[in-house]
C-alpha cells in the first residue's frame, strides 16, 4: 500500500523559509509524476507544484520564482522549498504522486506564515 507522509510545517513569519518533505513507503518518487497541492481555510485545494517523470518543473503562478520542488536519487523523498513566504502561503500543503492512473496523497502539513 502507497502511504505518504509529508513533514517540515510550521509557524514562520513573512520572509522566511521552509522546507517540507513527504517521505514514500516505496521508490515511486523516482518513476512517478509527483507534486503538491495545498489548501486554505475556507478554501478549495489548490495546485502548487509538480515534477515530471523526465523532471520537468510546473508550479502554479503564486508561488513561481519563490518555491523549489525537488527529489532525492533514490526515489522516496519528495521536496519542497519554500521562500519569501507570505501570509498567503498559509495553508496546509499535500504531497501526491500518481501510480497506475490512481492518485495517492499524504494527510498534509500545515504552514503557518504570521508575523
Known amino acids: 500500500q502507497v502511504q505518504l507522509v509529508e513533514s517540515g510545517g510550521g509557524l514562520v513569519q513573512p520572509g522566511e523559509s521552509l522546507r517540507l518533505s513527504c517521505g514514500a513507503s516505496?521508490?515511486?518518487?523516482?518513476?512517478?509524476?509527483v507534486g503538491w497541492y495545498r489548501q486554505a481555510p475556507g478554501k478549495e485545494r489548490e495546485f502548487v507544484a509538480r515534477?515530471?517523470?523526465?523532471?520537468?518543473?510546473y508550479y502554479a503562478d503564486s508561488v513561481k520564482g519563490r518555491f523549489t520542488i525537488s527529489r532525492d536519487n533514490a526515489g522516496k523523498s519528495l521536496y519542497l522549498q519554500m521562500n519569501s513566504l507570505k501570509p498567503e502561503d498559509t495553508a496546509v500543503y499535500y504531497c501526491?504522486?500518481?501510480?497506475?492512473?490512481?492518485?495517492?496523497w499524504g494527510k498534509g502539513t500545515l504552514v503557518t506564515v504570521s508575523s
Open positions: 501526491y504522486c500518481v501510480l497506475s492512473g490512481v492518485n495517492y
Open positions: 515534477l515530471t517523470t523526465t523532471g520537468t518543473e
Open positions: 516505496g521508490r515511486m518518487f523516482s518513476t512517478s509524476p
